[in-house]
């Protein structure tokens, strides 16, 4: 069974510095997408980021980018230059490729960005 | 353009009642998906579907109902109210890589 781990329950960062929130997976599929979702306090759901498993280069999204290191089943987001609006809840999720509704989430990151 | 709307936000049942919490979308997406959200556990998927009159279970379906008479919409059914199903529940539509999320509804049984 496919398992996803975030071991970090809490992280803080100052404002303007850079942060890194680590991520673990457990699969045997060779085919599989990854996300990382930040979860504010207003509850809502944001993809923040996601990864295909063949591709090799790691995403990026402006500030947030993501190392991607197959072989160790790691998925980390780096935040750069971190801002207020960053503090949230930060969800990592695993979906097997090919026609699959099932998406695997792990227990979460909640960050706190100080001034 | 709303995307996902969920009713309602906020509910509170007593035990052995039932309710459904409404999801629809308006993004014509075949696959909806239900989930639950509590402290430490990350999210669940309940149930989920791949299209109108096609529905299938998640990790965690036990006490849950739905059905998917049209493309638009998901309802998710607690038939007899347990304190356990005591969470945060959200509905997902999906188009490739990229789900959508509605805001959430808070339920608590007392």
């Known amino acids: 069974a496919q398992t996803v781990t975030q071991s970090q329950p809490e992280m803080s960062v100052q404002e303007a510095e850079t942060v890194t929130l680590s991520c673990t997976y457990d699969t045997s599929e060779s085919d599989y997408y990854l996300f990382w979702y930040k979860q504010p306090p207003s509850r809502q759901m944001i993809l923040v980021i996601r990864q295909e498993a063949y591709k090799q280069q790691n995403a990026t999204e402006n500030r947030f980018s993501v190392n991607f290191q197959k072989a160790a089943k790691s998925f980390s987001l780096k935040i750069s230059d971190s801002q207020l609006g960053d503090a949230a809840m930060y969800f990592c999720?695993?979906?097997?490729?090919?026609?699959?509704?099932?998406?695997?989430f792990g227990t979460g990151t909640l960050l706190a960005v100080q001034p | 353009n709303a995307g996902v709307t969920q009713t309602p936000k906020f509910q509170v049942l007593k035990t052995g009642q039932s309710m459904t919490l409404q999801c629809a979308q308006d993004?014509?997406?075949?696959?909806m998906s239900w989930y639950r959200q509590d402290p430490g556990m990350g999210l669940r998927l309940i149930h989920y579907s791949v299209g109108a009159g096609i529905t299938d279970q998640g990790e965690v379906p036990n006490g849950y109902n739905v059905s998917r008479s049209t493309t638009e919409d998901f309802p998710l059914r607690l038939l007899s109210a347990a304190p356990s199903q005591t969470s945060v529940y959200f509905c997902?539509?999906?188009?490739?890589?990229?789900?959508?999320f509605g805001s959430g509804t808070q339920l608590s049984v007392l």
């Open positions: 997902a539509s999906r188009v490739g890589e990229k789900l959508f």
């Open positions: 999720a695993y979906r097997k490729g090919g026609a699959t509704n099932k998406l695997i």
């Open positions: 993004m014509n997406h075949e696959y």
